[in-house]
T-cell receptor
C-alpha cells in the first residue's frame, strides 16, 4: 500500500511480557517517528530516525523501550517487561527529511497490558 | 513545562460559530508549524501548514507570531464535520523533528 502500515493493530499483553510493534513507512521517506498516545492526550514523542540513525530517543520513557531501524526502512519498537502504564496507542509517522513537509501517520497499534 | 502547549478545551460550539484555538511553543529555534486534525480513534492528519505571513484555506485561517512564540487556528462558519481534536505541531529543527501539543477538542453541535 501507499501509506504507513503498522502491525499489529491491536495487542493484548500480560504484564511482564515483551512486545514488538512494527512500522512500515512510506517508501522513500527518510524520517520516521514513534509516538505514544494515551487516551484523551496528544501524541507524545518517543523517538526519531533519519534513515537508520536514531537521532533522538529522549522521549523513550524507560530503558524497557527500544527502537531500531536497521536498514533505514522498517522500524520496530520493542517494549520489554510491559507494565500497565504502557497501555496506549503507539503511532508511527514518516516524512521526507525537510522541515516543511507533511508527516503521514499509520493507524497505530493499540497496546493493552493486563 | 511542555514544549508545545494548547488549551485542551473542550470547545462546544453551535453550527455556524467562529472558534479560535491557540498554541504556544517554548523552543525559539523552531522552524515550521502545522495544525493536524485527529478524529476519534483515528490517526492525526495534516490540516494545514502555518506560514509566517498567515495563511487561509477556505474556512480555516492559521497565524504565527514568532516573537510571542504563538500559533493560532481560526475556524469560521463551523460545521458538524469539524468536530475533532486539533493538534498543534512544531518542528524543532530542519530535520523535521516534530513535537505535538496535547490537542484541543472541538464539538460542533446542531
Amino acid at each position: 500500500g501507499a501509506g504507513v502500515s503498522q502491525s499489529p493493530r491491536y495487542k493484548v499483553a500480560k504484564r511482564g511480557q515483551d512486545v514488538a510493534l512494527r512500522c512500515d513507512p512510506i517508501s522513500g521517506h527518510v524520517s520516521l517517528f514513534w509516538y505514544q498516545q494515551a487516551l484523551g492526550q496528544g501524541p507524545e514523542f518517543l523517538t526519531y530516525f533519519q534513515n537508520e540513525a536514531q537521532l533522538d530517543k529522549s522521549g523513550l520513557p524507560s530503558d524497557r523501550f527500544f527502537a531500531e531501524r536497521p536498514e533505514g526502512s522498517v522500524s520496530t519498537l520493542k517494549i520489554q517487561r510491559t507494565q500497565q502504564e504502557d497501555s496506549a496507542v503507539y503511532l508511527c509517522a514518516s516524512s521526507l527529511a525537510t522541515a516543511y513537509t507533511e508527516a503521514f501517520f499509520g493507524q497505530g497499534t493499540r497496546l493493552t497490558v493486563v | 513545562r511542555k514544549e508545545v502547549e494548547q488549551d485542551p478545551g473542550p470547545f462546544n460550539v453551535p453550527e455556524g460559530a467562529t472558534v479560535a484555538f491557540n498554541c504556544t511553543y517554548s523552543n525559539s529555534a523552531s522552524q515550521s508549524f502545522f495544525w493536524y486534525r485527529q478524529d476519534c480513534r483515528k490517526e492525526p492528519k495534516l490540516l494545514m501548514s502555518v506560514y509566517s505571513s498567515g495563511n487561509e484555506d477556505g474556512r480555516f485561517t492559521a497565524q504565527l507570531n514568532r516573537a510571542s512564540q504563538y500559533i493560532s487556528l481560526l475556524i469560521r462558519d463551523s460545521k458538524l464535520s469539524d468536530s475533532a481534536t486539533y493538534l498543534c505541531v512544531v518542528n524543532r529543527d530542519n530535520n523535521n523533528d516534530m513535537r505535538f501539543g496535547a490537542g484541543t477538542r472541538l464539538t460542533v453541535k446542531p
